[in-house]
């Protein structure tokens, strides 16, 4: 089932457009990563498809039903957690108290087991003013999570946890999409959490996607950089691995970027009388996608 379906999506700020074009799918059970570098336009698109700003463009629908004509119905089966936000003169526990009052679904129990799964219930006499960042980021994931959300959406929910609070969240996120049919959607600038527990990643960069697809894929696999003594030769020996993309050829770098046929291209080189000056290997990330493709 399809929990967030967003069409060609295009955002402006005044004439600068923030998100081009953007079409993205989140469906139950799932965790999506949103990544991208300072100023990509996650916590834009995060505002869009929570009402809380209005595209210029496309379409937004939420279990189906389309956002802005069915506002009150479908946002009642979201969590949101955007920047923690909260009556520092008041206990965590009365502040999560006051946001159920104000949601009209007032329900102790439920407060007390959302506080306990993220690991708070010990501390909830304390005032939000003793609580540390990564504290507030677990209290808004509580609020998060309040009303039992079809849709969990988390804007850099890691910043300002320690390790071992990283590493809780990751698990309880897979607990909640995989034993719970949760649709996740999670920005982070943290790469290798996203690739561990991430079912699919969207690489987004100026506003527009440069990537949707399962992490593994997004990692490139190794290349070889194979530097060649003679920069004149005859090219038309490699003319099915270019053709195929296979590898690439700068003045005298050759690149293998496909798996498994090195051993062919030696031979070839070394019919040719070509010496391999050097060989450099590199493997490349999703980090080194941001800069690199698009480019
Ligand atoms: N209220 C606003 N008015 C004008 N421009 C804005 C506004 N909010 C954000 N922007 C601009 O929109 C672009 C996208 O910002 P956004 O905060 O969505 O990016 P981001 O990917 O979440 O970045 P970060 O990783 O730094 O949080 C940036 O160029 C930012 O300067």
Redo the contacts with the bound molecule.
Sequence with gaps: MEILSVENLTKK??K?V?LCNVSIKVSKGEIVGLV????????????CITGLLRPEEGSIKLFGYDLFQNYGRVIKDIGLLLEPAFYDYLTALENLKILMIASNNYNLKKIQEVMEFVGLWEVRNKYITTFSFGMKQRLGLAQALMNDPQFLIL??PTVGLDPIGVNELKEKLVYLSKNKGVGILF?S?QLPDVEEICDKVIL?RE?VVLYDGIPKEAVKQKEYYLILSNKEFNKNIFEDEIINNYIDLRDNVLIVKKQGILNNILRKLYNQNIDILDIDIKRGSLLELFYMKGQ
């Excluded at 991208?36 to 505002?47: D, L, R």
């Design positions: 700020y005044g600068k923030v991208g570098p300072n100023g990509a336009g996650k916590t834009t698109f995060i505002k804007d850099e920005s600038h987004l506003g």
